[in-house]
């Protein structure tokens, strides 16, 4: 685990698509990391707004901290990363995992020429992560986990006492998340979710997502690695990995597209701006 305090965590939870956004930040130093930001989509007028992003810069100006980095676990096929826009709003280099490039490969034949899918070069990202960077907030030690399954670009951010897992694993009572995108992979995940599961059991894990696990009326996306490896619906209590593939493939059989995918693939995956409305 990186060395250092434990970090302050503001968690923003963005109902239209269940995504979690985060504010990590050194409590000793004000120095500060976003993971996941979301720009508002309205599919069908194609139109942006920035009223979920506007609530973490309010936070981070009111808190008084300076953003290093905007950090993505993964390019979101759920949602619009709101990246660029805090990069020019409150500042910080955006990362995200080194595959990005494969990711944009998979993808690249099924969006128009010129969009953010397809563009040639590098994708407009500040550093592309490799499994086992470090890198600062502050004075916190930050290091990155590279954990494919989901897509072959997911990495977690392991900050102090604290892991920001993206779409790897949800909340025990929901279980893990589908593999059926281009380069995903099921045998991957599990053994990406392994890696997860080994870090000390007192590490918290922060979720990309919440849908309300049946029986549970109220959102989540906090855990721990020693309530993971106990209560996990899909990988919990030393699931096999062939019984885990079973169920992906089942599983991720009835789920649909992604209501947002289309606008969102091309946006997120060049780190660049959302389609024209």
């Known amino acids: 685990m ?16 269940n995504t979690v956004s985060y504010v990590v930040a050194d409590p000793e130093s004000g120095a500060a990391a976003v993971v ?20 973490i810069a309010e936070h981070v100006r009111a808190r008084g ?15 619009l990363s709101a990246a660029g826009w805090l990069r020019a709003e409150i500042g910080g280099a955006v990362g995200i995992g080194e595959r990005v490039l ?12 010129g969009s953010g899918a397809a563009r040639a070069g ?19 030690s930050a290091a990155v986990l ?19 897992v993206g779409d790897t694993i949800f909340m025990p ?14 045998e991957a995940l599990y053994d990406s979710i392994g890696r997860i599961l080994a870090l000390p059991g007192e590490t918290r894990l922060f979720v990309g997502h919440d849908y ?15 309530e993971q490896r106990a209560r996990n619906v899909h990988v919990g209590a030393g699931a096999s990995k062939a019984a885990f593939a079973r169920m992906r493939a089942g599983r991720d059989a009835t789920l649909a597209r992604p209501r947002l995918f289309d606008a969102a693939i091309p946006a997120n995956i060049g780190a660049g701006p959302p389609p024209p409305a």
């Open 2 to 17: 990186p060395a250092g305090p434990a970090p302050e965590v503001a968690a923003f939870f963005d109902e239209a698509t």
């Open 36 to 55: 996941d930001p979301v720009l508002d989509y309205d599919p069908d007028t194609g139109r942006t707004s920035t009223e979920s992003a506007r609530a």
């Open 65 to 79: 901290l300076a953003v290093e980095w905007l950090l993505e676990t993964h390019v979101h096929a759920d949602h």
């Open 102 to 113: 494969e990711v944009r490969e998979a993808f690249a034949g099924m969006f128009p020429a």
């Open 122 to 140: 590098s994708p407009q990202f500040d550093r592309l992560f490799a499994d086992g960077d470090r890198f600062a907030i502050g004075g916190l």
């Open 146 to 164: 590279h954990t494919p399954g989901h897509t072959p670009a997911c990495v977690a951010y392991l900050v102090g006492d604290a892991a920001f």
């Open 173 to 186: 009572d929901f279980g893990t998340a589908r593999c059926d995108f281009p380069g995903g992979s099921a």
């Open 212 to 226: 309300k696990a049946p029986g549970r009326d109220r959102f989540a996306w906090e855990t721990t690695v020693a």
